[in-house]
C-alpha cells in the first residue's frame, strides 16, 4: 500500500493515558510492525495497547500473528479496531480482535461492512475483554516487563 508515501516518522513516543479500563497506549496500523513502540508502552506501565488500523486484505499476518506477538511479548492486552470493506481500489480484512496477555484472542468481530461499529456486534467482545480482565485480576502480567535484553544497556 506505500504506507511511507501517507506517514511521516515521528521522534518519540506519547506516554500511557489514564483511563477508567487502565493505563492505554495507543499505536496507529504500521507501528504495530515492530516491536520497540509496544515494548516502550508496556516498561510505562501500559495494561492494554489501543490499534486502529485499516489491514489490507492480504494483510492476514498482523491479526494472525503480530497482533498476538505483542500482546504476549509485553504482557498487555491489545485491542485492535480494524478498517472494514472497500474504499477506492482497497480491500480491507475487518478483523477487529482482543488479544490477551498471552496472545489468546478471546474476541474477533465479524468481517461484514458496518457490522463491527454496531453496539451489538461490540457488545461480545467488550463482554469478553471485562469477563477476562475479572477473572485475571489476581494474576500478573508483569514477567515480561521485567525482561531486559542485553542490548537494552543497564
Not at 501517507?6 to 489514564?18: C, I, N, S, Y
Not at 492505554?24 to 509496544?38: S, V, W
Request: hydrophobic share 40%; glycine share 6%; net charge negative.
Amino acid at each position: 500500500m506505500g504506507v511511507d508515501r501517507f506517514l511521516t516518522p515521528g521522534d518519540a513516543l506519547a506516554e500511557p493515558l489514564e483511563a477508567p479500563l487502565g493505563r492505554l497506549g495507543i499505536l496507529i496500523c504500521y507501528d504495530l510492525r515492530f516491536p520497540e513502540p509496544a515494548r516502550a508502552f508496556a516498561l510505562q506501565g501500559a495494561q492494554a495497547i489501543l490499534v486502529p488500523t485499516a489491514w489490507p486484505d492480504a494483510a492476514t499476518l498482523y491479526p494472525d500473528h503480530v497482533a498476538r506477538t505483542r500482546a504476549s511479548e509485553n504482557g498487555v492486552y491489545l485491542l485492535a479496531a480494524d478498517h472494514v470493506g472497500e474504499e477506492e481500489e482497497s480491500a480491507y480484512l475487518g478483523r477487529s480482535l482482543a488479544v490477551v496477555p498471552d496472545g489468546e484472542v478471546i474476541a474477533e468481530a465479524a468481517r461484514q461492512p458496518w457490522a463491527s461499529c454496531s453496539s451489538p456486534a461490540l457488545e461480545p467482545m467488550s463482554r469478553a475483554i471485562t469477563d477476562h480482565m475479572r477473572r485475571t485480576a489476581e494474576r500478573r502480567w508483569t514477567c515480561p516487563r521485567r525482561h531486559r535484553s542485553p542490548l537494552q544497556g543497564k
